[in-house]
């Protein structure tokens, strides 16, 4: 449970490494597909966070924000909301690991882990993609440092 755990974190800690190397104003950036905001897709990977507490554990909630479009996006809520959304995901991990289940989700708790760190790799490389096509390329360093799970 103890590596499973971590590396739940270790993802967190690559979220979190990327939002700090984007400029604030790049959070406004938009895919030549028009999709989501640089801003938005971090949101997302916080709310998807939030939609899996309230289906498996609900009372994890508690003090967590849901960032819509009401609430003014800048990297001080995203890291701020991330953070604790991590903490509390972590919490619903090492529940779900101790009864080798997780409500709503099947096959097994390691399997839902695998789902989450995808479903967030998968919107990190859009973020990734969506800086380089407006501009904004992350550099060569932390390209590389996204990989970097070991020193993370």
């Known amino acids: 449970m103890k590596d499973q755990l971590e590396t739940w974190h270790i993802n967190n800690r690559i979220n979190l490494y990327l939002l700090d190397v984007i400029e ?3 959070l406004e950036d938009v895919s030549a597909s028009k999709g989501r905001k640089v801003g938005d897709q971090f949101a997302h990977l916080h709310n998807v966070r939030l939609m899996w507490l309230k289906a498996a554990a609900p009372e994890l909630l508690e003090g967590l ?3 819509d479009k009401e609430v003014k996006i800048n990297k001080e809520i995203l890291q701020t909301e991330l953070h ?3 903490e509390a995901m972590a919490k ?3 529940k779900s690991l101790a009864e080798n289940k997780i409500k709503g989700f ?3 708790p390691t ?4 789902y989450l760190i995808s479903h967030e790799s998968h919107h990190r490389g859009q973020i990734v993609l969506t800086l380089k096509q407006a501009g904004h ?3 060569q360093k932390t390209q590389f440092g ?3 799970w070991g020193s993370r």
């Open 137 to 139: 390329p992350i550099d």
């Open 24 to 26: 604030e104003s790049a």
């Open 146 to 148: 996204l990989w970097e």
């Open 92 to 94: 619903l991990l090492e």
């Open 65 to 67: 924000l849901k960032i």
């Open 106 to 108: 099947k096959p097994h």
């Open 84 to 86: 604790k959304s991590a």
């Open 111 to 114: 399997a839902f882990l695998g």
